[in-house]
């Protein structure tokens, strides 16, 4: 019997894949842990393995495909195998299963007895697919998956879809929500005449008086207009890159904080030259133990760390009704990579000293670099640091990581005038650029964070002391 070769797990967060090609062409034999297929997550690119020996039949998926997790993609037996329609079939249903159940069939497969018929699905029209996660968040939330606009493949509701709905959802005043259950009305059908759409006591009231008045007589609304198509200006097109895949993401994810941030850009100079003196000291004394000589990041890294954990209003979140304060300091460090900006966090980053820190951040940077960093280790972060200061730019307004609350911009160290007891010399100055979401933090306390950062910049030997 024919192996089934199926997209494997990445991590707690990674739903589906994109397929970027075929590495070994269909009807070549192949070896168990072989790599055979190449994919793309969100963020990473990885090699699927031949599970078996034999002869490989490629499933209907090429290169542009989108599949979820755990999808038989192809068939590794002998030469007399061939990806059928009830095979291909097969593979349909797994795009639009759930995952979990899909694993607990694989595994179960050497359990069944070969005299067992195979059972057969009934059919199910009117099933709602989602993911588990976006199932779990709905319930969660209390949301009725049918009003959910799918973006997954044939039709599957992801738990960005369920994000995407809270986000649009518009808040509901304690008495408004109450009042709206004792009238079994479905509060979110109410317009919210509040704050930002917010739904009061009065707008439920008013809705109550509307449903006993008597009917008025029903006007045709005016055809909505047709939209008009934009208008691209006559050029001659050198190249065109399709918007998916790792740019697509950051497209997607820039244009939502950029349009649902309310963003605050807080700059300020630090004199670093002791920070930089401590430094080479530094370098010269553990760059040979250590393996790496730390740099001017990792001790900033250091220092953010800590006074996330001083400062802990900063290390937040946005959810759709509340104010988040995280328990863990995960730290992201931008990287430039080919395929695009990636940012892998520090877990516990507050906790760890600055070895452990430099040689967990120079491995995840590898591996972002070379496409093999796994999805967890780029989700979950709590606050991120990037930097254009080895580009020698001085200050930038960088955009927020949602659903993060802030990200603070890091310069270069350049040697400028400045006044020191009444006279001018040159002095090695940093200019750090924190912007943060006015939603979650108010001005002050974020100049305090930054003040903060600043004055250990200044005083390194506080390092001692947090």
Do not use: C
């Not at 937040?316 to 009704?321: E, F, K, T």
């Amino acid at each position: 019997m024919a192996e089934q070769l199926l997209i494997p797990k990445f991590g707690n967060t990674v739903e589906e894949v994109t397929i970027i090609e075929w590495m070994v062409p269909d009807g070549s034999e192949v070896k168990a842990g072989q790599e055979v297929l190449e994919i793309e997550t969100d963020k990473a690119v990885f090699a699927v393995e031949a599970t078996a020996d034999g002869i490989l039949h490629h499933g209907p998926f090429s290169s542009g495909d989108v599949a979820p997790i755990l999808t038989v993609v192809a068939l590794i037996g002998d030469a007399n195998d061939t990806w059928d329609s009830q095979q291909v079939d097969s593979a349909v249903v797994a795009l639009a299963d759930e995952p979990e159940t899909i694993a607990a069939e694989v595994a179960e497969q050497d359990e069944t007895p070969a005299s067992a018929p195979a059972p057969t699905a009934p059919a199910a029209p009117d099933r709602i697919f989602a993911s588990p996660r976006a199932r779990a968040l709905a319930a969660n939330k209390e949301i009725d998956l049918s009003l959910l606009t799918p973006t997954g493949p044939g039709g599957r509701i992801l738990e960005r879809d369920v994000q995407a709905f809270l986000e649009q959802r518009p808040g509901v005043t304690p008495v408004a929500r109450k009042l709206a259950e004792e009238a079994k009305l479905d509060v979110y059908a109410i317009t919210g005449t509040g704050p930002s759409g917010r739904i009061t006591k009065r707008d439920v009231e008013r809705t109550l008086a509307e449903a006993t008045a008597p009917p008025a007589p029903a006007l045709a609304p005016p055809p909505a207009p047709a939209p008009t198509p934009v208008a691209l200006p006559d050029a001659e097109v050198l190249e065109r890159v399709p918007l998916k895949g790792v740019r697509g993401i950051i497209a997607e994810r820039m244009g939502d904080s950029v349009h649902t941030t309310a963003r605050v850009t807080l700059v300020t100079e630090a004199d670093a030259t002791e920070f930089v003196a401590m430094r080479q000291r530094l370098k010269a004394s553990v760059a040979e133990e250590w393996g790496f000589a730390p740099g001017y990041n990792d001790l900033l890294a250091l220092i953010v760390a800590k006074a996330l954990r001083k400062h802990p209003y900063m290390n937040a979140r946005l959810a759709p009704d509340a104010i988040e304060y995280l328990a863990h300091v995960n730290l992201g460090m931008a990287v430039d990579t080919e395929r695009g900006l990636l940012v892998p966090n520090i877990k516990d980053a507050d906790a760890k000293s600055l070895r452990q820190f430099g040689s967990e951040f120079r491995e995840l940077a590898g591996k972002a670099r070379s496409g093999r960093v796994q999805p967890d280790a780029l989700t979950g972060g709590t606050f991120t640091i990037t930097s254009l200061g080895p580009f020698d730019i001085d200050a930038f307004t960088p955009v927020i990581n949602l659903p993060e609350a802030a990200i603070l911009g890091v310069g270069r160290i350049a040697p400028k005038p400045a006044v020191v007891d009444g006279e001018v010399v040159a002095r090695q100055m940093w200019t750090l650029s924190l912007v943060f979401d006015h939603r979650i933090i108010d001005g002050a306390p974020a100049a305090r964070f930054l003040q903060y950062i600043k004055r250990v910049i200044e005083e390194p030997y506080l390092l001692l002391a947090i």
